[in-house]
């Protein structure tokens, strides 16, 4: 009888033991499927970060040309601004040499004028 209950002992300490089991293996399960499910968001999380990052270098990269498109634009618009300059410069120039070539034949035409007057006159 002793035996008998012995083995009775043992009998509940192995199906207790194999519930445990049995709960520890389902538990293992649950944590590798949580596992799992933390590796995936941490991949979509870094795959995320990755993609942001390359935005923030295509957008640096764009930044970047635009600064060298305005500062092209300003090199041109001040050369531009420049050789407008000059241009008035030199019409004026051309102004003031047209202006001086009409005062001297206006003191020309006067002067003809002058003496075909006086060649009337004269007896």
Do not use: C, Y
């Not at 194999?18 to 499910?37: D, I, Q």
């Amino acid at each position: 009888r002793e035996h008998k209950a012995e083995v009775s002992s043992l009998e509940e300490r192995i199906k207790n033991l194999e519930t445990k089991l049995s709960e520890k293996e389902v538990a293992g399960a649950e944590l590798e499927t949580e596992l799992e499910r933390v590796k995936a968001s941490l991949q979509n999380a870094l795959d995320a970060s990755m993609t942001r990052t390359s935005e923030a270098l295509e957008l640096k990269e764009k930044i970047k040309q635009l600064e060298q498109k305005l500062e092209d634009f300003h090199d041109i618009s001040s050369k531009s601004t420049s050789d407008s300059q000059q241009s008035v410069q030199r019409l004026e120039k051309k102004l003031e040499d047209a202006q001086a070539v009409r005062d001297e034949l206006a003191d020309q035409i006067a002067l003809v004028a002058k003496e075909r007057k006086e060649a009337v006159e004269a007896p």
